[in-house]
């Protein structure tokens, strides 16, 4: 039986054009699974610590996962890693579409390069090997142009089957720390900063036409635990979307937390999307408003009428499904005559609630830009309300604010500035790496800011000074997402424990209850369907296994290339671990396959500690903890105990102060990697 993984891996060297197959022995996928896992272990064993993020010693992977082509649910993600120059330490960003399975229909595992080409190049893989092809006439263009581009150019060299492509715009040629890498017409591993690091290698695209077959050590068994699965699916019935507003509004009003079931959550994505959670987020507490300064009250439901799930879905034209997903929540829109994606959640509240813009059109037109010059929304939106505040606080010089009508609410102001970000010209070099480096740059020192390669200094002028520093909300250097702790507190605490910190992807209290892992694990606590709000920001053993429990599934599975939302229905409906046995050929227990999600997240975390990141340091910003607690609305009175909350999880994971100790690493079979500083 053939598992599912080839046990190759290419390696491309842009400084010298190298281009080889290499060979990954079984004992790696069997401790670190492949995707996430298997992009960890070779940065860390290949990548020398130290090495400058943007250099030519960084290593930037592409990995699909190990699920990925076995006609397993959910497995067609990928994941872009990296020494992130956001953060310093750990990078990762994930995106779905159809990039992973062609990876692998090229024969291998995982595309590492490394190295900077004295031209701009793209990356063509095949059946038949791997070339690099000049792309100076490519550069400048943006991502969507790239990709159609190279199409073109594939099918007029003779190529019949379309080419998967994933491309940087703009933003990662200028080497936008927040900027990320686009496939599929505008989907985008966004965070990390890894357009950055593509950018700085000169490489703008990958081209992938192989069409091998990806094997599987037992498909018909694969085949009929998806079968399993699509025959438990419940449908349930979905109310008008206004309805969904009140949903919000009686969760907030409720003295418990519900335990959510993954079957209502998929229907909601099934028919609206992620943008489906708009207003119920809102009203709920749940979206970040105002900069994290303000509430519902700030953004009432006349102004939340814009963006409800169904004004969003009446600009949808068609819905399409990432790879090996049933539930297809993704769906293709029309901004001025242009095919482009529908935006999602996170975008969506990035660029109205957390703005108070209430203009839906700008965030269609924003949420194009921002794929065409492959930034991330996220980071960006966070950067715009940044400058909206310093601005209203008159802390800005006015020079450099000019005729930018830069308020709260002013949809063309957030556009205005958000150009100029993707231009990097003028008030929007200074926020064009995200709100870390604007605050340094606006800081005492002024100027341009250390460690922000690439970047322009800030405008003349008087520095706001800690006013910059207080209204830049991130974790890490990475901003936040549109997950406020203050609702649930196991946002801020994965927010600052993961080695990629401030993604809401790694870790929350709802994703756990939804994981449903004590149907599979021994000992994996199980949440009441309805607990006390007050006691999800209390510490204890139970909530720290609980945590722990989540970053060791969320690193599995990202090793498997299953989606966040598929695993959302729970481990035991997907029957994921049977899978993982039915694809590999092995035979182990949920226990141990949630060991080799701690190895990988253990060695992530050593590649951020060898990158010279100090735990204690990493801490959301103290507006986005409740400190001090707000006074109105949805999350009043509320603060996250983070410290005692990382204290218990760090005892959990045998990670003192954030430091694995000798014995975890020991159990681990890590203790001879520690310290290790690549080659």
């Given at each position: 039986?053939?598992?599912?993984?080839?046990?190759?891996?290419?390696?491309?060297?842009?400084?010298?054009?190298?281009?080889?197959?290499?060979?990954?022995?079984?004992?790696?996928?069997?401790?670190?699974?492949?995707?996430?896992?298997?992009?960890?272990?070779?940065?860390?064993?290949?990548?020398?610590?130290?090495?400058?993020?943007?250099?030519?010693?960084?290593?930037?992977?592409?990995?699909?996962?190990?699920?990925?082509?076995?006609?397993?649910?959910?497995?067609?993600?990928?994941?872009?890693?990296?020494?992130?120059?956001?953060?310093?330490?750990?990078?990762?960003?994930?995106?779905?579409?159809?990039?992973?399975?062609?990876?692998?229909?090229?024969?291998?595992?995982?595309?590492?390069?490394?190295?900077?080409?004295?031209?701009?190049?793209?990356?063509?893989?095949?059946?038949?090997?791997?070339v690099l092809r000049d792309a100076s006439a490519l550069w400048g263009l943006d991502a969507m142009e790239t990709e159609e581009n190279l199409v073109a150019a594939f099918g007029a060299?003779?190529?019949k089957k379309r080419p998967s492509v994933a491309a940087i715009g703009p933003a990662g040629e200028s080497r936008s720390l927040i900027s990320g890498i686009v496939t599929d017409g505008?989907?985008?591993?966004?965070?990390?900063?890894?357009?950055?690091?593509?950018?700085?290698?000169?490489?703008?695209?990958?081209?992938?036409?192989?069409?091998?077959?990806?094997?599987?050590?037992?498909?018909?068994?694969?085949?009929?635990?998806?079968?399993?699965?699509?025959?438990?699916?419940?449908?349930?019935?979905?109310?008008?979307?206004?309805?969904?507003?009140?949903?919000?509004?009686?969760?907030?009003?409720?003295?418990?937390?519900?335990?959510?079931?993954?079957?209502?959550?998929?229907?909601?994505?099934?028919?609206?999307?992620?943008?489906?959670?708009?207003?119920?987020?809102?009203?709920?507490?749940?979206?970040?408003?105002?900069?994290?300064?303000?509430?519902?009250?700030?953004?009432?439901?006349?102004?939340?009428?814009?963006?409800?799930?169904?004004?969003?879905?009446?600009?949808?034209?068609?819905?399409?499904?990432?790879?090996?997903?049933?539930?297809?929540?993704?769906?293709?829109?029309?901004?001025?005559?242009?095919?482009?994606?529908?935006?999602?959640?996170?975008?969506?509240?990035?660029?109205?609630?957390?703005?108070?813009?209430?203009?839906?059109?700008?965030?269609?037109?924003?949420?194009?830009?921002?794929?065409?010059?492959?930034?991330?929304?996220?980071?960006?939106?966070?950067?715009?309300?940044?400058?909206?505040?310093?601005?209203?606080?008159?802390?800005?010089?006015?020079?450099?604010?000019?005729?930018?009508?830069?308020?709260?609410?002013?949809?063309?102001?957030?556009?205005?500035?958000?150009?100029?970000?993707?231009?990097?010209?003028?008030?929007?070099?200074?926020?064009?790496?995200?709100?870390?480096?604007?605050?340094?740059?606006?800081?005492?020192?002024?100027?341009?800011?250390?460690?922000?390669?690439?970047?322009?200094?800030?405008?003349?002028?008087?520095?706001?000074?800690?006013?910059?520093?207080?209204?830049?909300?991130?974790?890490?250097?990475?901003?936040?997402?549109?997950?406020?702790?203050?609702?649930?507190?196991?946002?801020?605490?994965?927010?600052?424990?993961?080695?990629?910190?401030?993604?809401?992807?790694?870790?929350?209290?709802?994703?756990?209850?939804?994981?449903?892992?004590?149907?599979?694990?021994?000992?994996?606590?199980?949440?009441?369907?309805?607990?006390?709000?007050?006691?999800?920001?209390?510490?204890?053993?139970?909530?720290?296994?609980?945590?722990?429990?989540?970053?060791?599934?969320?690193?599995?599975?990202?090793?498997?290339?299953?989606?966040?939302?598929?695993?959302?229905?729970?481990?035991?409906?997907?029957?994921?671990?049977?899978?993982?046995?039915?694809?590999?050929?092995?035979?182990?227990?949920?226990?141990?396959?949630?060991?080799?999600?701690?190895?990988?997240?253990?060695?992530?975390?050593?590649?951020?500690?060898?990158?010279?990141?100090?735990?204690?340091?990493?801490?959301?910003?103290?507006?986005?903890?409740?400190?001090?607690?707000?006074?109105?609305?949805?999350?009043?009175?509320?603060?996250?105990?983070?410290?005692?909350?990382?204290?218990?999880?760090?005892?959990?994971?045998?990670?003192?102060?954030?430091?694995?100790?000798?014995?975890?690493?020991?159990?681990?079979?890590?203790?001879?990697?520690?310290?290790?500083?690549?080659?």
């Amino acid at each position: 039986m053939a598992a599912s993984y080839t046990g190759k891996v290419l390696t491309v060297d842009l400084g010298t054009g190298k281009i080889e197959a290499e060979s990954v022995p079984d004992e790696v996928y069997e401790r670190f699974i492949g995707g996430l896992g298997l992009g960890a272990w070779w940065l860390y064993t290949r990548m020398p610590a130290g090495a400058d993020p943007l250099g030519s010693e960084a290593v930037l992977g592409f990995v699909p996962g190990l699920l990925t082509g076995s006609g397993s649910l959910f497995t067609g993600r990928w994941m872009a890693v990296c020494k992130s120059p956001l953060t310093g330490g750990w990078g990762d960003a994930n995106c779905g579409g159809t990039l992973a399975p062609a990876i692998k229909r090229c024969g291998f595992d995982a595309i590492f390069v490394r190295g900077v080409s004295e031209k701009p190049v793209y990356l063509e893989v095949g059946n038949s090997g791997a070339v690099l092809r000049d792309a100076s006439a490519l550069w400048g263009l943006d991502a969507m142009e790239t990709e159609e581009n190279l199409v073109a150019a594939f099918g007029a060299a003779g190529g019949k089957k379309r080419p998967s492509v994933a491309a940087i715009g703009p933003a990662g040629e200028s080497r936008s720390l927040i900027s990320g890498i686009v496939t599929d017409g505008g989907r985008i591993a966004a965070r990390s900063g890894v357009g950055a690091v593509m950018g700085s290698k000169r490489l703008k695209a990958l081209v992938l036409a192989g069409t091998k077959p990806i094997p599987c050590a037992d498909r018909a068994a694969v085949k009929a635990n998806s079968l399993a699965f699509a025959r438990s699916v419940r449908d349930f019935p979905l109310p008008p979307t206004g309805l969904l507003r009140l949903g919000g509004v009686l969760l907030r009003k409720l003295p418990w937390n519900l335990r959510f079931d993954g079957f209502l959550f998929g229907a909601v994505l099934g028919r609206l999307g992620t943008a489906g959670m708009n207003r119920l987020s809102v009203e709920w507490g749940d979206a970040p408003l105002k900069n994290w300064r303000g509430s519902e009250r700030d953004y009432p439901a006349r102004a939340s009428r814009a963006i409800d799930p169904a004004r969003v879905l009446e600009r949808q034209e068609r819905a399409y499904h990432c790879y090996s997903c049933p539930t297809g929540c993704g769906g293709l829109c029309r901004v001025d005559g242009r095919e482009t994606h529908k935006p999602e959640y996170e975008t969506v509240l990035a660029l109205s609630g957390l703005l108070l813009c209430d203009d839906l059109e700008a965030v269609f037109r924003m949420n194009d830009a921002m794929n065409r010059a492959g930034i991330d929304t996220i980071s960006a939106g966070a950067s715009i309300a940044m400058a909206i505040e310093l601005a209203e606080a008159g802390v800005l010089p006015k020079k450099a604010l000019g005729d930018l009508d830069l308020r709260w609410g002013s949809a063309a102001g957030a556009e205005a500035l958000l150009r100029l970000m993707i231009a990097r010209e003028g008030l929007g070099a200074v926020f064009a790496d995200g709100v870390r480096q604007a605050a340094l740059r606006l800081g005492p020192a002024g100027g341009q800011a250390a460690g922000a390669p690439g970047a322009a200094p800030g405008p003349a002028g008087p520095a706001p000074g800690a006013a910059a520093l207080e209204a830049a909300v991130h974790s890490g250097g990475q901003e936040l997402a549109m997950h406020d702790p203050r609702n649930d507190p196991g946002f801020a605490l994965h927010a600052a424990v993961d080695p990629a910190p401030g993604k809401h992807t790694v870790g929350c209290r709802l994703y756990y209850g939804m994981f449903r892992l004590w149907t599979r694990v021994p000992g994996a606590p199980k949440p009441p369907l309805l607990e006390r709000k007050d006691r999800a920001f209390e510490s204890g053993p139970e909530s720290a296994r609980a945590a722990v429990l989540s970053s060791d599934f969320i690193s599995l599975f990202n090793g498997a290339g299953l989606c966040l939302f598929g695993s959302l229905y729970g481990a035991d409906r997907l029957r994921f671990f049977e899978t993982l046995d039915a694809a590999t050929g092995w035979r182990r227990s949920p226990a141990d396959y949630l060991e080799a999600g701690r190895r990988i997240q253990t060695l992530r975390q050593l590649f951020s500690l060898r990158e010279g990141i100090e735990p204690k340091d990493v801490v959301p910003s103290a507006r986005a903890l409740g400190r001090p607690p707000k006074e109105a609305g949805a999350n009043r009175g509320r603060s996250v105990p983070l410290e005692a909350l990382a204290r218990g999880y760090w005892e959990e994971i045998g990670w003192p102060e954030g430091r694995p100790s000798p014995a975890t690493l020991a159990r681990l079979g890590l203790a001879e990697l520690e310290g290790r500083h690549g080659r």
